[in-house]
Each structure stands twice: as structure tokens, then as C-alpha cells.
T-cell receptor, first 114, second 109 residues
Framework: DAGVTQSPTHLIKTRGQHVTLRCSPI?????VSWYQQVLGQGPQFIFQ???????GRGNFPDRFSARQFPNYSSELNVNALLLGDSALYLC?????????????FGPGTRLLVL | KQEVTQIPAALSVPEGENLVLNCSFT??????LQWFRQDPGKGLTSLLL?????REQTSGRLNASLDKSSGRSTLYIAASQPGDSATYLC????????FGAGTRLTVKP
């Protein structure tokens, strides 16, 4: 079975642009979470979606938004990009709720904002 | 606000040595604690998950312990190998998942 997949793998954008990152969870997993990992730091929680509804949101500005589709795949959108948005964006899936289960992470999308 | 700290930030050991990585957290109201491995520029690989009601978990050469009351967890790696070189992250789950900054481990042949 395929693990969590993310696309694209790398992306270069300029300040002010917007970006859409995509994630496909492990087959059968209904929960998808998004994390931002800045170089040298641990990942920071952005969003969790479960059964297509937002279940959790981290301390990120409204420029960040996400959604989950009926097939449980997910998109993360970031508007009005800033230099500080440069990071590795990780997607993780789990079978059900976040709090009780192992999170399986994808390889990430590396975003560079110039 | 939950804060997770990992000590040391970096560790270099010769091959074959046993080693311990430390993780501490400020709020003991957690559902579970998870240890991950991250290779440079890559995603995270789950190593061990300890539920809040458990004291430890083992997988091969890895053993993780959890002392929720004191807000501490350790990851013990036995007979380290060069292939163990990576960054090791711990994360605690409550309403969301909070990560430490990681310990960068280098195992020298």
C-alpha cells in the first residue's frame, strides 16, 4: 500500500503569491493534519481535518487555509506569501482521531519564497 | 501552553554505543507521546507510540519510556549503528500535536 503522498515535492514562489499544496492520505485514513517545519525546528501544527471537517487549528494567520475532499485528500492554501513562509510542509494521516493514533507522515513539500 | 524540550540538541557517538535521548513536556495532560526519526530533508518516520496509560514501548533496538507525572520521556537506542544517524523528534498529543526541536544524532563508524 502507498504511504502518504504529497505534491509537489519542491516549489519556488515570490512574495505576495499564493500556493496550493496537496496531500493524499493512506488508503482508509480519514484524518489529515498539516504541519510547518522551519529549518532547525520541530514541526508546528497548522490544521487537522477529519471526515472533511476542520477539527483543529494551530496558531497561524488567516492566510493559511485548508480543506478535505470526499476522498479524504487535502489541500493547504497559503495566500500573500511572506519570506517567513519558506519551510517544509508536512502532511500526516491517521485512521481516526488525532489524539489516540499513530500519525503517518508524507515526505513533505519544500517551499521557498523569494 | 504545552512546551516540549529535547536534550541534547546534538549528539555524536561511536558505533556500538548505547545512548539515551531525552524529551520533557510541561503539561502532563497528554493522550500519548510519539518518537519520530527524520532524515535530512525528508518526512517523519514513526518509531514508537506510547499511550498515556503506558510506561514504555519497545521495537527492536529501541525502547521508549514515559513518566507522565514528571513530564519526561526517554528514547534508548541499543548498539547504535551508522544507519541510526538522523534527527529524532518527540511529540505529545492533546488537542493537537506538539513537537520538540529534535536531537541530531551522528553515529560514527
Amino acid at each position: 500500500d502507498a504511504g502518504v503522498t504529497q505534491s509537489p515535492t519542491h516549489l519556488i514562489k515570490t512574495r505576495g503569491q499564493h500556493v496550493t499544496l496537496r496531500c493524499s492520505p493512506i488508503s482508509g485514513h480519514k484524518s489529515v493534519s498539516w504541519y510547518q517545519q522551519v529549518l532547525g525546528q520541530g514541526p508546528q501544527f497548522i490544521f487537522q481535518y477529519y471526515e472533511k471537517e476542520e477539527r483543529g487549528r494551530g496558531n497561524f494567520p488567516d492566510r493559511f487555509s485548508a480543506r478535505q475532499f470526499p476522498n479524504y485528500s487535502s489541500e493547504l492554501n497559503v495566500n500573500a506569501l511572506l519570506l517567513g513562509d519558506s519551510a517544509l510542509y508536512l502532511c500526516a494521516s491517521s485512521l481516526n482521531s488525532l489524539s489516540q493514533e499513530t500519525q503517518y507522515f508524507g515526505p513533505g513539500t519544500r517551499l521557498l519564497v523569494l | 501552553k504545552q512546551e516540549v524540550t529535547q536534550i541534547p540538541a546534538a549528539l555524536s557517538v561511536p558505533e556500538g554505543e548505547n545512548l539515551v535521548l531525552n524529551c520533557s513536556f510541561t503539561d502532563s495532560a497528554i493522550y500519548n507521546l510519539q518518537w519520530f526519526r527524520q532524515d535530512p530533508g525528508k518526512g517523519l518516520t514513526s518509531l514508537l507510540l506510547i499511550q498515556s496509560s503506558q510506561r514504555e514501548q519497545t521495537s527492536g533496538r529501541l525502547n521508549a519510556s514515559l513518566d507522565k507525572s514528571s513530564g519526561r520521556s526517554t528514547l534508548y537506542i541499543a548498539a547504535s549503528q551508522p544507519g541510526d544517524s538522523a534527527t529524532y523528534l518527540c511529540a505529545v498529543s492533546n488537542n493537537d500535536m506538539r513537537f520538540g526541536a529534535g536531537t541530531r544524532l551522528t553515529v560514527k563508524p
